[in-house]
């Protein structure tokens, strides 16, 4: 399958890692899994593209980490705060925003071209 274009993506990246953080904490190649498989294959999510989000989220008070054994091996555990939840709601209002507004401006163009499978 076909990836997404990078350009697209790049706003959505933090809005990405918040969401597969709001349902429990997970550590780097957890979340990388869950991108990948909620998008079909279609976002690869790279560690040197997520660890930099996940610090600087950390360094906004939007998730904490933690060390952690339990699972055989030493991981950070990554969860969102508060804050983060909050922000996740902002973002997720504002994509909400932009989806309607790209939706309203290529209506015309989407709607008078021919679906393909």
Not at 16 to 25: H, I, Q, T
Not at 31 to 37: E, L, S
Not at 81 to 96: F, H, I, P, S, Y
Request: charged content about 25%; proline content about 3%.
């Amino acid at each position: 399958m076909e990836g997404l274009n990078p350009e697209l993506m790049r706003g959505s990246l933090d809005l990405m890692v918040l969401s597969v953080l709001a349902d429990g904490a997970k550590y780097g190649y957890l979340i990388q899994q869950r991108v990948r498989h909620s998008s079909q294959e279609r976002v690869d999510l790279k560690a040197g593209t997520l660890y930099p989000i996940l610090h600087r989220l950390e360094r906004n008070k939007f998730v904490k980490a933690k060390w952690d054994e339990s699972t055989g091996r030493r991981r950070k555990w990554y969860q969102l705060t508060a804050a983060g939840k909050k922000q996740l709601q902002v973002r997720v209002d504002e994509w909400r925003s932009y989806v309607d507004c790209l939706t309203r401006i290529l209506g015309p163009v989407v709607n008078a071209q021919p679906q393909t499978a």
